[in-house]
């Protein structure tokens, strides 16, 4: 079954860069048409869709986030990895890797493999 | 961007009994081309990730008790839980994948 797992630093400061990485087992990022997203929880804003990637490195993004966020796919190691810069306190959040299928088109659907999500602090 | 409106915030209801949230969208989730309500929703337990229980508005996700149910069309759609068990306390999300940004409810908490 395939599983997601989230890495990174748990902490970032405020105006420098969050970075973590989604790690796929049980499955292979390059070997499926399948997209790759980022999500985020916050108790004031609920769940926020930050972005979505295909195997070949195709992404696209929320607006909200003014384009500081990227989104890159390594499927040589079978990962894929966001950076968010620069940060704020707002950006505090837990943030999840998750798969969205369902849909033809590009990423489109519901998201039915989640990681188990990872806290990141952004301090001043 | 298509706003996602849960109702209520929170209830409590009593085991045995039926629970109902409901999920309003800024703009109708009806896709003409396919009759279908581009529309999900999740059960979420404290300290763990979002679990999909149904999709395009009513198919139920493989291994989801009966129990739970989704209707809806257009802009309104519910979230039944027929008869609640102490294991369905949890906070539920609906989210639109009609147009990108994909975007979720605020949560509705269920408790006993």
């Known amino acids: 079954q395939l599983q997601l797992q989230e890495s990174g630093p748990r902490l970032a400061k405020a105006s420098e860069t969050l970075s973590l990485t989604c790690t796929v087992s049980s499955g292979s990022i390059g070997s499926t048409s399948h997209y790759w997203g980022w999500i985020r929880q916050t108790p004031g804003k609920g769940l926020e869709w930050i972005g979505s990637i295909s195997s070949s490195g195709s992404a696209y993004y929320n607006p909200s986030l003014r384009s500081r966020a990227t989104i890159s796919v390594d499927s040589s190691k079978n990962q894929f990895s966001l950076k968010v810069t620069p940060v704020t306190a707002a950006d505090t959040a837990v943030y999840y890797c998750?798969?969205?299928?369902?849909?033809?088109?590009?990423?489109?659907?519901?998201?039915?493999?989640w990681g188990q999500g990872t806290l990141v602090i952004v301090s001043s | 961007d298509i706003v996602m409106t849960q109702s209520p915030d929170s209830l409590a209801v009593s085991l045995g009994e039926r629970a109902t949230i409901n999920c309003k969208s800024s703009?109708?989730?009806?896709?003409?081309?396919?009759?279908?309500?581009?529309l999900a929703w999740y059960q979420q337990k404290p300290g763990q990730p979002p679990k999909l229980l149904i999709y395009w508005a009513s198919a139920r996700e493989s291994g989801v008790p009966d129990r739970f149910s989704g209707s809806g069309s257009g802009t309104d759609f519910t979230l039944t839980i027929s008869s609640l068990q102490a294991e369905d306390v949890a906070l539920y999300h609906c989210?639109?994948?009609?147009?990108?940004?994909?975007?979720f409810g605020q949560g509705t908490k269920v408790e006993i």
């Open positions: 989210q639109q994948y009609y147009i990108a940004p994909w975007t």
């Open positions: 998750a798969r969205p299928i369902g849909s033809a088109a590009a990423g489109q659907g519901w998201f039915d493999t």
């Open positions: 703009q109708s989730l009806l896709y003409s081309s396919d009759n279908k309500n581009y």
